[in-house]
């Protein structure tokens, strides 16, 4: 079992900065692969980032690519998503979720733990 708590959302005006955070608790979570995915309002859940166990391989979309960076420090038990350049278009809840696997993936049904969601809003 694993248990995450993510933190760092809030209300930011376009072209700022936030950095998430997402703190794991229970299985050992240097074995997991990592992931951030985020819903809109009236969307479907959607891939953020995603990254290894040993945090080499990353992942992003096409929407985020050069604006975020997914990274984690397994002696902390955290994956962090930093956003830079935000857009009102990323108005969304993040959420943090973990794998069984070391392995990323950009697939939500891959992932079997999720947090419950932090709220981040880009004010144009």
């Known amino acids: 079992q694993v248990q995450l708590v993510e933190s760092g959302g809030g209300l930011v005006q376009a072209g700022g900065s936030l950095r998430l955070s997402c703190a794991a608790s229970?299985?050992?979570?240097?074995?997991?692969?990592m992931g951030w995915f985020r819903q809109a309002p009236g969307k479907e859940r959607e891939f953020v980032a995603a990254?290894?166990?040993?945090?080499?391989?990353?992942y992003y979309s096409d929407s985020v690519k050069g604006r975020f960076t997914i990274s984690r420090d397994n002696a902390k038990n955290t994956v962090y998503l930093q956003m830079n350049s935000l857009k009102p278009e990323d108005t969304a809840v993040y959420y943090c979720?973990?794998?069984?696997?070391?392995?990323?993936?950009?697939?939500?049904?891959?992932?079997?733990?999720w947090g419950q969601g932090t709220q981040v809003t880009v004010s144009s």
């Open positions: 990254i290894s166990y040993t945090g080499s391989s990353t």
């Open positions: 229970g299985r050992a979570f240097s074995s997991n692969g």
């Open positions: 979720a973990a794998k069984i696997v070391g392995w990323a993936s950009i697939r939500d049904d891959e992932y079997r733990y």
